[in-house]
């Protein structure tokens, strides 16, 4: 009967559609449902054309406020104010919390499942601007890039576990000694030297352009996650990489939060330590393939 007739389609919708743990298996860029390994299933976002495709969305890191100095929205350092009495900040490098939702994800921060259930290879990196609606994230993209050394299962197999080798804490390390792996990158839109050049002119000195960098320390030891693009050979990597820990102590609070160093010599104004506005104002998407 009816029952009978939907709980069999039911069934035969949960098995075709919910059974891929990453986007290797589909063929059309857009959203997708994905089953982790312990069965939590949950919508993303595939690329399915660049370089082979099979590239799963699995987070985003968005400024929604830069005078906002470790507060709320900060999920990637600290909503708890810039302090030592919280030198991991938030954590959510290393946990297993979600927040978001994958078309909100150039409008808000965005994690799901992906990030720490998805055994990687490669990471690809896209700089999109703040609120452009999914459709057109690839073709709107100021940059986009991936790395193709298979460096994830060195490194935990995905930013979870890298970050568990690689712990992100004030004080946890020096620069440049302790900085963590950079990797270089292929740029499939934009190309290392306009994007190094994104950043403050006074960080021209302190980066090498080409890399994907992990877990980089600066002058006073605050912990900074990612540096998109470079390789930092300076140490005021404030200016340049993004996400970490909750106390940047150089102007405290001025350097806490997800972006908060990147405007140092002012809003957008691309003068000194500061990046373009077009940069400061786009959302950072992570993908594993
Ligand atoms: O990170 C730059 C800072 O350490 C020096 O800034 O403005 O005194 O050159 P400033
Ligand atoms: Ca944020
Ligand atoms: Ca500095």
């Not at 312990?38 to 987070?59: P, S």
């Not at 490669?122 to 709107?140: A, G």
């Amino acid at each position: 009967d009816n029952v009978e007739f939907n709980l069999f389609n039911r069934t035969t919708l949960f098995v075709c559609c919910f059974k891929y743990s990453t986007c290797l298996q589909y063929f059309l860029n857009g959203h997708y449902y994905l089953k982790s390994k312990t069965g939590i299933i949950y919508e993303t976002y595939c690329d399915m054309t660049t370089d082979g495709g099979g590239w799963t969305l699995v987070a985003s890191v968005h400024e929604n406020n830069m005078h906002g100095k470790c507060t709320v929205g900060d999920r990637w350092t600290s909503q708890q104010g810039c302090s030592s009495v919280f030198p991991d900040g938030d954590g959510n490098w290393v946990n297993k919390v979600t927040f978001g939702n994958v078309e909100g994800a150039t409008g808000d921060d965005y994690k799901n499942p992906g990030y720490y259930d998805i055994q990687a290879q490669d990471l690809s990196v896209w700089h999109v601007p703040n609120l452009v609606l999914m459709e057109n994230w690839k073709k709107s993209a100021i940059a986009r890039y991936h790395t193709n050394s298979k460096f994830f299962p060195r490194y935990g197999g995905n930013l979870h576990g890298l970050f568990q080798h690689f712990p992100l804490k004030y004080k946890g390390g020096v620069c440049k000694t302790d900085n963590g792996p950079s990797i270089p990158i292929v740029f499939e839109k934009g190309d290392a030297k306009n994007f190094k050049e994104m950043y403050g002119p006074e960080t021209y000195g302190e980066t090498e352009p080409g890399y994907v960098t992990f877990r980089v320390f600066n002058f006073e030891q605050a912990a900074l996650a990612i540096c998109s693009g470079v390789k930092m050979i300076g140490c005021n990597s404030e200016h340049v990489c993004f996400g970490g820990t909750g106390f940047f102590p150089e102007g405290s609070p001025k350097q806490c939060g997800e972006i908060a160093g990147w405007d140092w010599s002012g809003y957008g104004t691309h003068d000194r330590w500061s990046a373009t506005k077009t940069i400061t104002e786009s959302t950072v998407l992570l993908f594993y393939r």
